[in-house]
């Protein structure tokens, strides 16, 4: 018995060791070097504990050239992949190896958006109005039907790498222009702006069971990533809120929508997207089946005690989950307390200052991945931080004060200038 972790991430927030402790298999890890890099950690020096660690340069070309090798010689029974760009990749392991889990039919509606919404559609759950444009010609009658702005996505991207607000018909021009300039068969996913606040629901499916859910709302733009120099707040909603059983309920809608008859994607966490617009209208973004990425892991731990991170590694190991996602029938868990995340982008320039770190009891976790002195590009996507920080408080309203007020002092203390200044 023995498990590959594909991992496209730093090492310090999934401490795998520490989750998988009463493991009793084999742990082998593949790595990217780039995101080590990138996050400001050291590359490891040995295989930190893991019966196998290996570091690639080019981890999207060669992860599944790597774990399949890998699998063969440690007699591999589980591939775990926690990042969105490798849940197709441990998928096709899985299918090549005749592996437990998720095989490439039954994650395709979760990573491919043109299926997603159709298969929304179908069970009566709205979507953006879109279409897979071939076409400039398809792109422009579109356009012409729907209306600026419009957005523009990657069929199967992440991280809102590459999405773009388009607002008129010259920003259309240019992104047609880039799109259809491309090799191979080029394709543009356009969608109809939907207007609102964006809220997303976090949690585990055990046993094809959602033993854990809950929501939370964005109170700034994910696309925006690129721009925007100040503190992002995202919060956790209370559980009287009007909207907390409504997101929920229809995660719930979204995940049988998604998922073929007998599938065997039955353990694992999610992630979805769904816009709350002026007039009172939940509408599906996109669902990914995988922890979110930012500090939602830990904003759950939080939440119910577990970090939403082990409780998916140990779910697919089919280990026992800690309370209160251990299998408990009935209503599900509510929170013990309210939570969010303090979010800043990196920019480019040379870093001069950084955040001090917090001191006050509720602030439950505090990073920084940048250091003064160090040279640092733009944000590469909607996860590529310059500090980070997680909070608690009895209230989403008290919550988002601390919040905004730690993020005012952040602001304050961030000096990035131009390269050379």
Same mark, same amino acid.
């Given at each position: 018995?023995? /498990? ?6 730093? =090492?310090?927030? =999934? ?14 890890? %593949? ?81 491919? *958006? %043109? ?11 709205? $979507?953006?109005?879109? /279409? ?55 394709? @543009? ?20 069971? $959602? ?21 992002? @707040? ?54 990914? /089946?995988?922890?979110? +990425?930012? *500090? @939602?892991?830990? @904003? ?64 439950? +976790? ?9 040279? /640092? ?9 310059? $500090? ?31 390269? +050379?200044?």
């Amino acid at each position: 018995m023995s /498990v590959l972790l594909l991992h496209r991430f730093p =090492f310090e927030p =999934f401490p795998y060791l520490k989750w998988l402790a009463d493991y009793d298999g084999d742990i082998v890890v %593949v790595a990217d070097r780039e995101k080590i890099e990138s996050s400001g950690e050291r590359l490891p020096d040995g295989n930190l504990g893991y019966a196998h660690l290996e570091v690639l340069d080019d981890f999207e070309g060669l992860a599944f050239e790597r774990g399949l090798d890998l699998a063969r010689k440690f007699a591999v029974t589980h591939v775990i992949a926690h990042h969105e760009g490798d849940v197709e990749t441990a998928a096709r392991l899985r299918e090549h190896l005749d592996l437990p889990g998720a095989w490439p039919a039954d994650v395709a509606a979760f990573r491919d *958006k %043109v299926l997603m919404k159709r298969r929304a559609r179908q069970a009566g759950i709205e $979507t953006a109005a879109h /279409v897979l444009a071939r076409t400039p010609e398809q792109a422009r009658s579109f356009a012409a039907r729907q209306g600026f702005p419009l957005v523009a996505k990657a069929r199967a991207g992440f991280s809102s790498i590459g999405l773009r607000i388009l607002p008129d018909a010259d920003a259309l021009r240019d992104c047609l222009a880039a799109a259809f300039a491309a090799p191979g068969e080029p394709e @543009v996913l356009l969608e109809g702006f939907v207007p609102g606040r964006m809220c997303h629901v976090d949690g585990l499916v055990a046993d094809g069971r $959602t033993v854990l859910a809950w929501p939370s709302q964005y109170q700034y733009d994910l696309a925006s990533y690129g721009e925007d120099p100040g503190a992002r @707040v995202d919060l956790t909603l209370d559980p009287d809120d009007p909207l907390t059983d409504r997101l929920l309920e229809l995660t719930d809608r979204i995940l049988a929508a998604l998922k073929p008859a007998g599938t065997r994607l039955r353990e694992h966490a999610f992630h979805a997207e769904i816009f709350h617009t002026p007039d009172d209208r939940l509408v599906l973004c996109e669902i990914a /089946v995988r922890p979110a +990425g930012a *500090k @939602v892991r830990e @904003v759950f731990e939080v939440l119910f005690g577990a970090n939403l991170g082990e409780l998916a590694t140990r779910a697919q190991l089919g280990l026992p989950l800690p309370a209160p996602a251990d299998g408990a029938r009935g209503a599900r868990p509510r929170p013990r307390e309210m939570s969010g995340q303090l979010l800043m982008m990196k920019r480019p320039g040379l870093v001069r200052s950084v955040p001090a770190a917090p001191e006050q009891a509720w602030v439950r +976790g505090f990073w920084l991945y940048a250091r003064p002195g160090e040279l /640092v590009p733009s944000a590469s996507g909607s996860s590529d931080f310059l $500090t980070a920080v997680v909070g608690s408080a009895p209230s989403r309203a008290e919550c988002e004060s601390r919040l905004r007020d730690l993020g005012a002092r952040f602001e304050a203390q961030t000096r990035i200038v131009p390269a +050379g200044g």
